[in-house]
């Protein structure tokens, strides 16, 4: 739900505006579509993939100032270049990160990361959340 003084979606005369509280799910949406249209052997244009990163931006910004916590990690974006994503499962998830797997799903969700499917996690999500763990 948006923000009562945060305006709805609106067409501009060369793109449009999209509040804060939609880009995230947007985004995460898209970043899926497309990574499985590259795996498919689909191309992408470089705009497209800019775009895609300003709507992550705008997401993680509303997140961070409607105080509901924690931006999603950054994780590797998905690129002219980019190949097929690999998938590991919940348990590897947690090998990974040394806990066991229902804390890796509790880490996961703390830091805004889902599955892609029930029990499959982005390898690169989950070098991420290896990163934030190592920093901590």
Excluded: F
């Excluded at 067409?11 to 509040?19: K, N, Q, S, V």
Aim: hydrophobic share 40%.
């Amino acid at each position: 739900m948006s923000a009562p003084d945060e305006p709805g979606p609106a067409l501009i005369a060369t793109g449009a505006y999209l509040p804060g509280s939609v880009c995230d799910p947007i985004w995460r949406v898209l970043r899926a579509y497309l990574a499985k249209h590259q795996a498919d052997g689909g191309h992408i244009l470089p705009e497209i993939v800019t775009a895609l990163e300003v709507l992550r931006a705008a997401g993680q910004l509303h997140t961070i100032a409607s105080g509901r916590g924690r931006p999603s990690l950054p994780v590797a974006e998905i690129s002219a270049s980019s190949s097929e994503q690999a998938l590991i499962t919940t348990d590897q998830l947690a090998a990974r990160l040394g806990v066991t797997p229902r804390q890796a799903r509790n880490i996961a969700r703390d830091r805004h990361v889902q599955p892609v499917a029930r029990g499959l996690w982005r390898a690169d999500d989950a070098t991420a959340l290896e990163v934030a763990r190592t920093r901590r």
